[in-house]
T-cell receptor, first 115, second 116 residues
């Protein structure tokens, strides 16, 4: 158990709908990362937040957005869903203020199926 | 972050040591070598990381060459449960000044298959 909690574990929704994925980082971790893993793309970095602020952005679609709340949990919002958005979405966290070599820990992911 | 090169697949007999190589010839002085693994559709699992010196923990050993251009992850006694994709990643460490750290950039990794 990495200590990173993601909900829901599985989600099935229709095209055009909107969903929210939730992540609770490890206790005390300030950084949250979101990754997408589809069958043909491998693990793709989407976005990173640090202590409530966006820190880095990857290949995140404009239909997707994220935020990190004051209690440090994060949500990834996916809207106008398409079949190609079906994937595993991982959240990860790290402390962010320790000395170099900090480790990132991953949750078990949220399976999204768009039908 | 520097790119890494790993063999796409490897086989290992159960109970034997699994040695997974990684080339990172363009690594910078402030970049660490991280190893993660992903067992089918589970979240990536942290294994070990290092900067210059060899490292060992309860899961594995990490051997980094003196010039830091390559490294080897060693699973001393591989079991069937070690069958997974293993990722070697180089990443700039976080600092007290910048905070936040840097993302991990995953390549295609090495599919390790442990067999009886």
């Amino acid at each position: 158990d990495s200590g990173v909690t993601q909900t829901p574990k599985h989600l099935i929704t229709a095209t055009g709908q909107r969903v929210t994925l939730r992540c609770s980082p490890r206790s005390g971790d300030l950084s949250v990362y979101w990754y997408q893993q589809s069958l043909d793309q491998g693990l793709q970095f989407l976005i990173q937040y640090y202590n409530g602020e966006e820190r880095a952005k990857g290949n995140i679609l404009e239909r997707f957005s994220a935020q990190q709340f004051p209690d440090l949990h994060s949500e990834l919002n996916l809207s106008s869903l398409e079949l190609g958005d079906s994937a595993l979405y991982f959240c990860a966290s790290s402390v962010g203020v320790r000395s170099s070599g900090n480790t990132i820990y991953f949750g078990e992911g949220s399976w999204l199926t768009v039908v | 972050d520097a790119k890494t090169t790993q063999p796409p697949s490897m086989d290992c007999a159960e109970g034997r040591a699994a040695n997974l190589p990684c080339n990172h010839s363009t690594i910078s002085g402030n970049e660490y070598v991280y190893w993660y693994r992903q067992i089918h559709s589970q979240g990536p699992q942290y294994i070990i990381h290092g900067l210059k010196n060899n490292e060992t923990n309860e899961m594995a050993s990490l051997i980094i060459t003196e010039d830091r251009k390559s490294s080897t992850l060693i699973l001393p006694h591989a079991t069937l449960r070690d069958t997974a994709v293993y990722y070697c990643i180089v990443r700039v460490g976080e600092s007290l000044l910048t905070g936040g750290g840097n993302k991990l950039t995953f390549g295609t990794g090495t599919q390790l298959k442990v067999e009886l």
